[in-house]
């Protein structure tokens, strides 16, 4: 497809449980994030990925969280004995390029809904 | 990276011009002004970015003024389908700059 896509859209599980979730970014996009945002907030910086470089973590609230990027492209989210906080729509993000002349055009996806109970 | 203060909702008349606000005073020369949307249970979309010049493109124009401490997105004749969240984002270039700060934005309602 010409966009990010995300699976599962929707995603119910009880407390304590593991959860992951799926970014796919666009192709040929070397740079792609995780943001969430919880219901009326805006969106909360998570962890960002740039072609081979170690990622930046800074972003992850806790180490329940951790993320990683296969092969450059595929990205996937991990929560692990999730908390009833950690309710949110995560979207991922992906650009071509980032940062070097200030040109930062993220290109998003629909998001996943994380709820749990 | 600066921050930004943007009412907390407009409402505009379709087939008007919606002129959306945006305070960042902080700003710093090397700081580009962003401006993105969020459509109700969407991601965020691209609109428009600029740093000193007026930019426009075929969604919206974006007007900086001279100081650089404010701008105003533009939106010139809004359809129902321009209701959603407005955000305004500062953000430098240069290695590091890849974080978006998103703020609360302005709840731009279009009304029929």
């Known amino acids: 497809g010409a966009g990010v896509s995300q699976s599962p859209s929707n995603k119910v599980t009880e407390k304590g449980k593991d959860v992951e979730l799926r970014c796919d970014p666009i192709s040929g996009h070397t740079a792609l994030y995780w943001y969430r945002q919880s219901l009326g907030q805006g969106l909360e910086f998570l962890i960002y990925?740039?072609?081979?470089?170690?990622?930046?973590k800074s972003g992850l609230p806790s180490d329940r969280f951790s993320a990683e990027r296969t092969g450059g492209s595929v990205s996937t989210l991990t929560i692990q004995r999730t908390q009833q906080e950690d309710s949110a729509v995560y979207l991922c993000a992906s650009s071509l390029r980032t940062g070097t002349v200030g040109y930062n055009e993220q290109f998003f996806g629909p998001g996943t809904r994380l709820t749990v109970l | 990276d600066a921050k930004t203060t943007q009412p907390t909702s407009m409402d505009c008349a379709e087939g008007r011009a919606a002129n959306l606000p945006c305070n960042h005073s902080t700003i710093s020369g090397n700081e580009y002004v962003y401006w993105y949307r969020q459509i109700h249970s969407q991601g965020p979309q691209y609109i428009i970015h600029g740093l000193k010049n007026n930019e426009t493109n075929e969604m919206a124009s974006l007007i900086i003024t001279e100081d650089r401490k404010s701008s105003t997105l533009i939106l010139p004749h809004a359809t129902l389908r321009d209701t959603a969240v407005y955000y305004c984002?500062?953000?430098?270039?240069?290695?590091?700059?890849?974080?978006?700060?998103f703020g609360k934005g302005t709840k731009l309602s279009v009304i029929p």
């Open positions: 990925f740039q072609g081979n470089s170690a990622p930046d």
């Open positions: 984002i500062v953000s430098s270039s240069g290695a590091g700059s890849y974080q978006l700060t």
